[in-house]
């Protein structure tokens, strides 16, 4: 209905249908999420200020999606270059910049590279433990995956 009556490149648009393709990637339902992010994906433009942040959530989204399905070298591989552009556009303590290291660390975590998601993940859980009471979710499965590290590291 939004997109009939809206406009399907609106802005208002692209972003219900981020939040549906990262609640559904957030479900289980991983395969529908990513089809609706990449179709989010295919109309953001980067060069417009408002789209960045939706930008930031997609890719997170969609690399998310990928590990979920298995495919987590190609998530690290998409979410790498997501967050150098949300610490460059959107700043180092925005939300979307936080949610983007979450979700390569989780991605590196996937892929065992324990190294390199440990400093990802503690920053991440910090940021988001400081702000529990708005970000309840972003904080538990920060502090989780620190957690799911910390064991698979043996400490």
């Given at each position: 209905m939004g997109r009939r009556t809206i406009g399907e490149d609106r802005l208002n648009t692209i972003a219900f249908e981020v939040n549906l393709g990262r609640a559904l990637q957030e479900g289980g339902k991983t395969e529908e999420g990513?089809?609706?992010?990449?179709?989010?994906?295919?109309?953001?433009?980067t060069t417009m200020a408002e789209h960045r942040q939706w930008y930031v959530n997609a890719r997170s989204g969609l690399g998310l999606a990928l590990v979920s399905q298995g495919q987590a070298a190609q998530a690290r591989d998409l979410l790498e270059p997501t967050v150098d552009f949300a610490r460059r556009q959107l700043g180092e303590a925005h939300l979307r910049t936080t949610d983007a290291r979450l979700a390569l660390g989780r991605a590196l975590l996937a892929t065992h590279e324990y190294g390199r998601a440990q400093p990802l993940l503690e920053?991440?859980?910090?940021?988001?433990?400081?702000?529990?009471?708005?970000?309840?979710?972003f904080a538990a499965e920060a502090a989780a995956a620190l957690a799911e590290l910390r064991r698979r590291r043996g400490g």
């Open positions: 990513e089809v609706l992010l990449r179709q989010a994906l295919a109309r953001l433009d920053t991440a859980a910090a940021a988001f433990e400081a702000q529990r009471k708005v970000q309840p979710y």
